[in-house]
């Protein structure tokens, strides 16, 4: 139950006696109201401070009109909600008042309890309205705090099980490496989700920042599917590279690609049964084979996307379960996650794929996924093949 007691409402009329009429009652009624006689001296009394609840404004007026005075008060980033009082009452103005973000609309004459009621609906509204944004703000200063004081922690974990892994602090033998090796692929999977988390944050708020350069995709793609070969042959799991010769030049980030492949082997592991493979590779497109490649709609590639020229195409098939045809397009949004049994699977928070499709399309190619049900699924990424794969 929200208390009306001492809650600020400025009145905004240049016609007199309305004004007064709605001060004494709304004073009579518990509220603190104030008048201005014009949209100048309400955005004066605004700026000096007063937290005004609500805000009664008459849309014209001398100087100032209502509608001007609103949309200050939004760019401003104002809290106070407005209910916009006319003699007009034409719909098109209050559709053009509501789409500027006033709570309410009214025509005079109107009755002051119909009044009363609007207001009492604007404060709760208004109330709502900074309850959301707080738990909002809450949740991205929580999200940012964990996500800060975990990666640290872990990061020096990470460190100092390598060192014992790397024999620095004596002998260890194949199966304590093995069980340390264990212990730090999964820390190192709690760093990427972080990882994720923050950069797909950076990209929502256009905060993220890239090193673009040139680099041969084959040479990086074959780097990280070595880092995951050890993994693999330890769940059994047969994984093979096949780097076409030729031009794989792409202009990349070169963290964030290593990222993106990490994340898509990472997800092959883990949807991989026992005793199943995965395939990665790379191979160059010329201009003159590009016509035989068929992007799905769902990838969502810009018009004319394949008329600029050669292509690197990298892509990752794993067997398994597949993803279903109506998972296709969704498992790139946020927090998707959909059940299948491969009796391996580990958590994971569902923001990989969604970190690989910005990254990608920050490089001005296209990730989509392909699966057959039942026969495995393929990852694949379109990258525009720079010149001659000079690297960096
Ligand atoms: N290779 C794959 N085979 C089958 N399903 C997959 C594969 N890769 C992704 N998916 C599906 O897409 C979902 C989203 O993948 P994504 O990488 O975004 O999240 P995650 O791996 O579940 O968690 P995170 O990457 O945050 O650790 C997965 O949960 C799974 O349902
Ligand atoms: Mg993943």
């Not at 991989?272 to 990665?280: A, H, K, Q, R, S």
């Amino acid at each position: 139950m929200l208390t009306k007691n001492k809650d600020r409402i400025l009145i905004v009329d240049d016609e007199k006696e309305i004004g007064q009429a709605l001060e004494l009652f709304l004073a009579d009624e518990g509220y603190v109201p104030s008048l201005a006689s014009d949209g100048s001296t309400a955005l004066d009394m605004l700026a000096n401070g007063k937290d005004y609840t609500v805000m009664l404004l008459d849309i014209s007026m001398p100087g100032l009109n209502g509608i001007t005075v609103l949309k200050r008060l939004q760019d401003a980033g104002s809290d106070t909600a407005v209910i916009m009082m006319s003699g007009h009452g034409s719909e098109e103005l209050a559709v053009e008042c509501m789409r500027n973000g006033a709570e309410d609309y009214i025509s005079k004459p109107f009755a002051l309890e119909d009044m009363l009621q609007r207001i009492e609906r604007a404060r709760a509204h208004r109330r709502e309205r900074i309850e959301k944004r707080q738990l909002q703000q809450e949740r991205e200063d929580f999200i940012l705090m964990l996500s800060h004081d975990m990666k640290n922690p872990l990061t020096a974990v990470i460190g100092s099980i390598d060192i014992i892994r790397e024999g620095c602090l004596g002998a260890v033998n194949d199966e304590q490496e093995e069980y340390l090796q264990s212990a730090i692929d999964s820390c190192n999977e709690v760093v990427t989700m972080i990882d994720n988390l923050l950069d797909i944050r950076k990209f929502e708020a256009g905060k993220i920042q890239m090193t673009i350069h040139h680099y041969d995709a084959g040479e990086i793609i074959s780097k990280v599917a070595h880092q995951f070969s050890r993994p693999a042959r330890h769940d059994g799991i047969e994984l093979s590279v096949n780097v076409d010769p030729g031009a794989h030049g792409v202009a990349v980030d070169k963290n964030s690609f290593t990222r993106v492949l990490g994340n898509l082997l990472g997800n092959a592991l883990k949807f991989t049964p026992e005793d199943g493979n995965i395939t990665v590779s790379c191979n160059f497109i010329p201009e003159n084979e590009v016509s035989s490649v068929t992007i799905p709609v769902y990838a969502q590639a810009p018009p004319d996307f394949l008329k600029s020229g050669s292509f690197v195409k990298l892509a990752i098939y794993n067997s398994g379960n597949g993803i279903l045809p109506d998972e296709l397009d969704r498992i790139f949004d946020r927090y998707t996650q959909f059940a299948r049994k491969t009796g391996r699977e580990r958590g994971g928070a569902g923001l990989g794929l969604a970190y690989c499709k910005l990254a990608i399309e920050s490089f001005h190619g296209v990730v989509w996924a392909e699966s057959e049900n039942g026969q495995g699924s393929t990852f694949v990424i379109l990258l525009p093949c720079c010149s001659d794969g000079t690297t960096k």
